[in-house]
């Protein structure tokens, strides 16, 4: 360091003229930078008031060809791909399946024999007709080119005797209580003369559909654009032309919004972010319940958990209100105690949950929780990349704090965390946790036969989604009666029992379901339509019902 | 003498080559987490254990895990880059679209800020001490520590959201068909924000390393000899100082192209930008394991690739390591 003094010495001797040069330069070559393409912006064409619709859409993720065997989310890739391919039935506002492609139907008394009657003049985007082989065609694909949904949909399916185009019959080999919403309002048909020869269905991304909406280009991971069908056998589709550009961060998805480079956004709006926006005179906010339930995940395999007392003290212990007045601002609905969303026929009314410190307490002390774990610290499992539930996961480790149980939240990276939770996403493989912030999909809150798969303790044929594997002999018995009950009587009967046995024995504690709030720009289009529980994106926003 | 050396040089680089394949495949395989969900899609609880069994088959994950690696050998030497369990495309067209992106983003924001971080660095040095000095390191050292998204999100908010002037997202405007030269103002109207963003915070070190090595040049001996000759000051600085000043920023400059390849994930986060960093970042996130051996094994190679043009480099730029057999 000898040279430091002089070159300060030098440095001081420079011409002081020089300086000036220096003075100005530097923020000309910020302005440069900063402003490089200023000039260059293209004008954006005005805006036509009387031409076609055509909607931006934003969505997190890139849907594959968007058929049945390429898309890849359950939201919001299904509903695009309902908006390409049609389902016989056709869930309504309230959830309740209406015909769709179908014009009729009737079935037996026992509900193993079904005949229907399809719509006249239905077409594919390639303008061949779609007639009951087709339908055949479908249902028989699936059963033999497994997928994750369709497959297992269509098992029950015995069948299809094709009468003529449009009538054709269908045998069930065991009654199938949903069987109008799936399969019927779930699996989409596909045109059997494009995919008759396709044998490896994973690699074929031909998305000829005869939907409302028709693929016209697809960059991948940046955008499709679908165009509507004008033939459509219900009529035009309300909007002409729907953009989908692939957005994958939050932030910049609802700027884009709020500079209308959008009109809608696919991903729910943060609660925090709704007075902003409706505030806003361009953007409208549509809110409304969400099926998509947020639940504390308990291992019921692990010591002390694998005593319901130490489990339902967990849920005494837990404010549902608080949280969903702190963590979601009140936007979403606090859970019920049996699971299901109370804003679905099946809920069971008058299960209500309760938080009692004072009883868990005593619930803690009969199990003899503080002799043998007071001093264990247990670990809440929560996926780093979801605020919401990172301060759900936070309050509550609070709140079990105060009953006397020491809870470390600790985040994870979402594949780690089903890696723990889940392993393999098979429950046979076992699971290594103690409680995790956990949720399931819409589809698992509307079919009676997906809430058997979380509560049978059967875990390699009916409890496939058990992660926490609980087992109830009770619970088991009314799981396997409720898939085969096709009575709406019986079946609303066992549902009920079943609500009351989750709430007495605590699988798992359902926390809230987080409404549905969707941000869009009315000026583009204002008829969205929100369907409950599954949001705004759905065929019903473009095709009225028949 | 010379060939025996730069025969060692090119067997530790291929060393190098081997050992990185083999960590770039087995560490994402270490992992935890498991590339089922996407390669059964979303009800992959309702599958049946034949079924999975199948499924794993299919992508010969059932295989030993030597198993898979020779095979993973054996389709790399064939230039086959595999299939992306997420987009079902194959790997090589999925980097074949992103490359060019990135490049675009992070080579240009190299460039520009080794340009703007080379000038700056000398004139500081020379003005060492003065406020044009004390201004400019404080400002660079100011962006250096701030967050690379933080910076990004607020020149959205202000250049894009509030003044309108930028594109707030993506690399060029969505179905607008523009083509030829209206397409090429597009993308550079897209590329200012994120460019912008990037060569910000990248600047500090070309800045810093150059104003370090100006002053420790403008401390010889020899620069004092020149003074005292009564060489013009302009002359010193070109001829003499900067010549010297020089090396250490190429080390650092060369270092830095290595990594161009892997993109700025997080810059092309926030500004929705199609380039590699997203991607390499969607496939750790999805356990995308054929895009992430791929994505990585270019970076490595890149990496590579440019230590061994700064080797090469080197002796052009400074005479005294061309010694022969000399390490350097």
Redesign the interface.
Known sequence: MTGKKTMKGKAANCPAGKSRWTGILLPVLFAVVLLTAVSCSPATAPADDQGPINVRLAIARDEGSLNPYTYVSGYPGHNLLLLIYDTLFQLDEQNVPQPWLVKSYQSDADGLVWSFTLHEGVTWHDGAPLTAEDVKFSYEFYREHNHGRWTKAVAAVESIEVQDELNFTVKLSAPVPAFLMNPLADVPIIPGHIWQDVTDPDNFTDNTGSGPYRVVSHEPDRTYKLEANTEYFLGKPAVDEIGIVIIEDQTATFTALRVGDIDIAARSLLPELVEEFSGSPDVKVLAGPGFVSTLLQINNEREPFDDPRVRLAIARAIDLDDLVETVLLGYGTAGNPGYIHPALPGYKTGLQHITDLAQARTLLEEAGFAGSYGNKEFELLIRSNDPLRVRTAEIIAESLAAIGMNVKVKALDSSTVDSLVWPDFDVTQGRDYDLAIWGWSAPVMLDPARLGALLHSDLTTWGTLNIGAYAGESVDAVVEELAVTVDPDRQAALLSDLQEMVAETVPFVTLFYPDGIYAYRPETYDGWLFQNGQGILNKLSFVPIP | MMLQFWGSKLLQYILVLVFTLALNFSLPRM????P??LL????????S?Q??E??MARHGLDQPIWRQFTIYLGQLAKGDLGYSY????PVGV?IG?RLPWTLLLTGSALA?SAF?GV??GT?A?????????L??LSLFIFLDSMPSFWLG?IL??L???RL???????AQ????G?TGW?AM??V??H??LP??TL??VTIAGLFLTMRYST??A???QY??VA?AKGMP?GHIVFRHVLRNAFLPVITVFMLSLGFVVGGATVVE????W?GLG??MF?AV???DYPVLQATFMMVTVCVIAANLAADLLYPLADPRVRVEGRRF
Do not use: H, K, N
């Not at chain 2, 405007?173 to 607008?176: E, H």
């Open positions: 992992m935890p987490g498991s089922m969900q059964a899609g979303e009800d992959v609880g309702l599958l254990q079924e999975r199948e499924i997420r987009q079902r495309r999925i679209e520009l703007i000038i700056c004139l040095a020379w003005r060492r001490g003065r406020f044009s000095d201004g400019t999100m959205v908010a250049f894009g959201a309108r002037w930028f594109p707030v997202f993506g405007s969505p179905f607008a523009y209206t103002v597009d550079l109207y590329l200012a460019l912008t060569t910000l002053l420790d403008l401390g010889e620069i004092t003074r000051e986060t926030v500004f929705a199609p997203r991607l969607e996130l999805q356990r």
